[in-house]
């Protein structure tokens, strides 16, 4: 299509627009022929993009880009929040912070060691891909969990898993790619990096929350 009809992302604010008028029209349009709705947005979010019609482009690297994706994220596990019962967290607290940390990091190292392997890559890039890839992300199925009636323990913990292990993630990412970019090819930096920025932001997460 023409460069006319793409939504310019240097206007975070029409693009997110015209983002939200499709996702409620897809919305309606999925509650209307009583399907997931997530099939109904992926395929308009194909057909807007580059590939097909070209209405919406947004390179990953554009400043759009980060605030589209961060408004997303955060209405997201906003609206898992507000759902969210510390009663019923209680008892899965420990199942919780095996997942949200060990867990992620198994399946990461797992990952990486594979990746390096298989691309025969360096330790660390390799460790790096295996990071990116661990966090799993169930809460874009959180509007399913409604319709589906699931129980809430199930419900919350997977809501609840999501945004921590994502977490945990985001911040073992920047540790690996901080030293990889640093040039240090042991793991005692990132190891390091990671333990403080994650003690920081848990004790961060507690004092707000209180």
Known sequence: ?????????????????????????????????????????????????????????????????????????????????????????????????LLAVPGMLITAAV???????????????????GAVLAPTDPAILIPLFDRLGLRKKLSQTIVAESALNDTTGAVLVLALASGILGGDTSLSTPVFEFVIDLAISTGLGVVFGI
């Open 1 to 97: 299509m023409g460069e006319s009809h793409v939504v310019d992302v240097s206007d975070p604010i029409g693009t997110l627009a015209l983002i939200l008028l499709v996702g409620l029209v897809a919305r309606l349009a999925a509650d209307a022929l009583r399907v997931p709705e997530m099939i109904l947005l992926v395929g308009a979010g194909a057909l807007l993009g580059p590939s097909v019609l070209g209405f919406v482009d947004v390179p990953f690297n554009s400043e759009g880009a980060h605030v589209l994706f961060t408004l997303g994220v955060s209405f997201i596990l906003f609206h898992g929040g507000l759902q969210t019962s510390l009663r019923v967290l209680r008892r899965t607290a420990v199942g919780l912070g």
């Open 111 to 129: 990952t990486g060691a594979v990746a390096t392997i298989v691309f025969d890559l360096p330790l660390l890039h390799g460790l790096l891909i």
